[in-house]
């Protein structure tokens, strides 16, 4: 299948799903969608029981599509930045602590909490894997999806403050998540005993303040030429501001930035510059309906895969990655507890937090495509035999994650 025949199924799949969703199942988009194709990748796996052929054509389709290079190449810069275009920079900025707390000591913090953990566990069920290859599944588990997390927020009816903390949090813990874990990859690759606590730093250092200042740069410029065009031309407005993406996330990757900060950063300066009174008119009815009907279209795309995707996991399934998986749920969820909870009982001192605020950041703290991308990134050649028992654990997570934890939250937020 050529790449039209790829986005022309999955634009149909999507539209067929969705109308499913809608009419009969009725759950949030996201988990229903997901749903929907997680039931029809077991059908095509029970199916390949009697026909062979026809699993292994699902399984040549996926593996075209390369789920790792689509999401982390291409789609997770426009979901980035159309996420951050709609935030509220106002009040971001009143809760800027407790957010860079959240995503950087909190997912420091879940990251070595899962890690050595993980290594336990390994240990302890007969499939030890190195505490190096441990950390790398602590990293990419840790850092909230703001993909699935913005999604079901802005249905939930939270306050203000609180629902910016979730916002802010899963944006910017995304960006500084994917530092740690190729940071961790390139200690990985290069050997702990060749590298430094300063290379480490330096190359944190520059995935993250370079990122963040290349942000700020396109934003600044994507602001200026949005303010020489007005609306004297809204066609070059969305194309300005899909070029800046696109482009940026280029450079970002050349350069060796975080091309997610970069995104999110750019997103945040071009959507509240935007909605100045001077701008409201110019951008606000035709650039953030393209960025929302695009930010729609790619979520929908997105957690289909992420469903589909497990027609290809499912050929190194192994039964004992069940008992495996459902420790690795237990783990992530008490390093996301203990990761929140430390950090705002620290700041609670000085600062207050709503009832329930801990309660809500752990369990609204979803995985979802982005930490499968990861996982499925992971070289074969460095990880071995491991990679599949990571990838299963990973899969295990955002599973329970998306469909336990997002059809339960809104509960516990009443409640």
Request: proline residues 2%; charged residues 15%; negative net charge.
């Amino acid at each position: 299948m050529g790449i039209l025949d790829l986005i022309t199924l999955l634009i149909f799949l999507a539209a067929g799903f969705t109308l499913i969703n809608i009419t009969v199942l009725k759950l949030p988009s996201t988990i229903g969608l997901m749903a929907i194709a997680l039931i029809m990748s077991v059908i095509v796996l029970i199916s390949g029981v009697f026909i062979p052929h026809l699993t292994d054509v699902a399984v040549h389709i996926m593996e075209e599509f390369d789920f790792q290079e689509v999401l982390l190449h291409v789609m997770l810069s426009f979901l980035l930045f159309a996420g951050a275009l709609s935030i509220d920079l106002s009040k971001l900025v009143e809760e800027r602590i407790p957010i860079l707390v959240l995503a950087t000591f909190g997912v420091l913090m879940s990251t070595a909490i899962v890690g050595f953990l993980m290594f336990e566990v390994f240990q302890y069920v007969g499939q030890p894997v190195p505490l190096v290859y441990c950390l790398l599944f602590g990293a990419l588990i840790s850092p909230t999806d703001p993909i699935a997390v913005l999604s079901l927020i802005k249905k939930a009816n939270l306050s203000k403050n609180l629902e910016i903390k979730i916002a802010g949090e899963s944006l910017f813990n995304d960006g500084i998540g994917v530092v740690v874990f190729l940071t961790i990859l390139s200690v990985a690759k290069l050997g702990v005993d060749s590298v430094s606590g300063v290379d480490i730093a330096l190359l944190f250092g520059q995935e993250v303040i370079g990122g963040l200042a290349m942000g700020a740069g396109l934003g600044f410029i994507g602001f200026k030429l949005l303010d020489y065009i007005e609306n004297d031309h809204v066609e070059l407005e969305v194309l300005v501001t899909l070029s800046l993406v696109m482009g940026g996330n280029r450079i970002a990757e050349l350069l060796h930035l975080s091309g997610p900060l970069a995104m999110v950063t750019m997103g945040l300066f071009i959507g509240n510059e935007g909605r100045s009174d001077k701008l409201a008119q110019a951008t606000g009815e035709y650039v953030y309906k393209f960025w929302h009907l695009l930010d729609e279209a790619l979520n929908a795309i997105l957690f289909i895969l992420i469903g589909l995707e497990m027609i290809v996991i499912a050929q190194t399934f192994k039964a004992d990655y069940i008992a495996i998986g459902m420790i690795a749920v237990a783990v992530v969820l008490v390093a996301r507890f203990i990761g929140v909870s430390i950090p705002i009982t620290l700041m609670s001192r000085w600062r207050n937090f709503e009832k329930g605020t801990i309660a809500i950041l752990t369990w609204g703290g979803l995985r979802g495509g982005l930490s499968v991308a990861m996982a499925l990134s992971l070289p074969d050649a460095l990880l071995g035999e491991y990679k599949d028992l990571i990838v299963a654990s990973t899969y295990s997570v955002v599973l329970f994650s998306i469909l336990v934890q997002g059809l339960t939250i809104s509960k516990l937020i009443k409640k």
